[in-house]
T-cell receptor, first 114, second 110 residues
């Protein structure tokens, strides 16, 4: 299958700082990428849809000023958690849509805010 | 009404048995269907996709789609302890809209 990478895998930061997470499709171009969040023992929660060259579409209840998404190229989308707080601690997962319409997930980024 | 419904389980099967995972969906306009496996603490991994009625086999896995009854299932033959995970059913609508079920937890008992 197609490969999607995320960086970093783990990040620990202090409350009030910002954290940037990168999502890359390594062997294909993706006009659409998704960002999910998953709390322990809970389901995936879609946060936003990231489309190359346009503004992201956020799901209801997700603050767009807090979770900044930039899809600068066909292989890279970034999620910046601004002014992170302990309640933002979670597992953030991106995915990319292949031309075949299959959705491939990155390995995830575990964020811990102290 | 949720787009995709899955029994959360847990489902337990003995090693070597067939595990059957089921998923129902509400929108007849759904175009393609996916099964993902998610190990604890890891991200989902695509196992199979199916978009035509009938069965699709890949190794020990068989996906079954019945559009008239609006269900999709995944059969795992010769279940192994390493198959213990949460299995997510997903469907795709036009415009790359994806909907996920909440997942079924499977435990294969050695």
């Amino acid at each position: 299958g197609a490969v999607v990478s995320q960086h970093p895998s783990w990040v620990i930061c202090k409350s009030g700082t910002s954290v940037k997470i990168e999502c890359r499709s390594l062997d294909f171009q993706a006009t659409t990428m998704f960002w999910y969040r998953q709390f322990p023992k809970q389901s995936l929660m879609l946060m936003a849809t990231s489309n190359e060259g346009s503004k992201a579409t956020y799901e209801q209840g997700v603050e767009k000023d807090k979770f900044l998404i930039n899809h600068a190229s066909l292989t890279l989308s970034t999620l910046t958690v601004t002014s992170a707080h302990p309640e933002d601690s979670s597992f953030y997962i991106c995915s990319a849509i292949h031309l075949s319409h299959e959705q491939f997930f990155g390995p995830g980024t575990r964020l811990t805010v102290l | 009404q949720k787009e995709v419904e899955q029994n959360s389980g847990p489902l337990s099967v003995p090693e070597g048995a067939i595990a059957s995972l089921n998923c129902t969906y509400s929108d007849r306009g759904s175009q393609s269907f996916f099964w993902y496996r998610q190990y604890s603490g890891k991200s989902p991994e695509l196992i199979m996709f199916i978009y035509s009625n009938g069965d699709k086999e890949d190794g020990r896995f068989t996906a079954q789609l019945n559009k008239a009854s609006q269900y999709v299932s995944l059969l795992i033959r010769d279940s192994q302890p390493s198959d213990s995970a949460t299995y997510l059913c997903a469907l795709r609508h036009d415009g790359n809209q994806f909907y996920f079920g909440t997942g079924t937890s499977l435990t294969v008992i050695p």
